[in-house]
């Protein structure tokens, strides 16, 4: 069984950064895969970054390419989301997504994809 634990989040002013953590508890080996997704008001949840543990493999949605940063901590089993001047577009809940089965075609985008989720941290930005 594997456990993830988003923290972090919080009400920051347009520009600021702030990184957010998801703590992964349970077996991480082969090719596990996680990934961040976020839900805004009244919105569909979408696709932010996701990696392999290996490290091999990233992604990241357009839409945050470039100001937004995945990584991950194997020693501390934690994967990391680095927002870098966020805006009040970013402001949503976060969520940690990971998967066991995370293979070479594996669709980062589909929240169908992934079989563990954490419970997710609000992340608001002021304008």
């Known amino acids: 069984q594997v456990r993830l634990e988003e923290s972090g989040g919080r009400f920051v002013q347009n520009g600021d950064s702030l990184r957010l953590s998801c703590a992964i508890s349970?077996?991480?080996?082969?090719?596990?895969?996680v990934a961040w997704f976020r839900r805004g008001p009244g919105k569909e949840p979408e696709f932010v970054a996701g990696t392999s543990w290996s490290g091999t493999r990233t992604s990241y949605a357009e839409l945050t390419k470039g100001r937004f940063t995945i990584s991950k901590d194997n020693a501390k089993n934690t994967v990391y989301l680095q927002l870098n001047s966020p805006k009040p577009a970013d402001t949503a809940v976060y969520y940690c997504?990971?998967?066991?089965?995370?293979?070479?075609?594996?669709?980062?985008?589909?929240?169908?994809?992934?079989?563990?989720w954490g419970q997710g941290t609000q992340v608001s930005v002021s304008s």
């Open positions: 349970g077996r991480t080996f082969g090719n596990f895969v």
């Open positions: 997504a990971a998967d066991p089965n995370g293979s070479d075609d594996f669709s980062w985008s589909k929240t169908s994809e992934y079989l563990y």
